[in-house]
């Protein structure tokens, strides 16, 4: 069975940060394309950042890029986001993905991933 589980989120201050996980199992994650996703309450869902299993090239939404980093631990087989300077518009269910792409990953929307971790809730409050 392929499986993707996450850590739990949490509530984070303003500024704080948080590292979310995703492990996975049945498979090596190191051969597929990853990514993380969120939803907020009452909008779609957004990708927040992928990488590309065949350069490792990475791609971040305009309203992460310099606070987040996706990563990826081949000998854990996990994938990380690491997210920074949290902001209150931060704040949603983020869920991890991967899938094998032939391209890179910024070319593949969220319907195209067919793996999924269970999803977890962020809340950046004070």
């Known amino acids: 069975q392929l499986l993707l589980v996450e850590s739990t989120g949490g509530l984070v201050q303003p500024g704080g940060s948080l590292r979310l996980s995703c492990a996975a199992s049945g498979f090596t994650l190191n051969y597929y394309a990853i990514a993380w996703f969120r939803q907020a309450p009452g909008k779609e869902r957004e990708r927040v950042s992928c990488?590309?299993?065949?350069?490792?090239?990475?791609y971040y939404a305009e309203s992460v890029k310099g606070r987040f980093t996706i990563s990826r631990d081949n000998a854990k087989n996990t994938m990380y986001l690491q997210m920074n300077s949290l902001k209150p518009e931060d704040t949603a269910v983020y869920s991890c993905?991967?899938?094998?792409?032939?391209?890179?990953?910024?070319?593949?929307?969220?319907?195209?991933?067919?793996?999924w971790g269970q999803g977890t809730q962020v809340t950046v409050s004070s």
């Open positions: 993905a991967a899938e094998r792409l032939a391209l890179s990953c910024q070319y593949y929307e969220s319907y195209e991933y067919n793996l």
């Open positions: 990488m590309s299993s065949h350069d490792g090239s990475t």
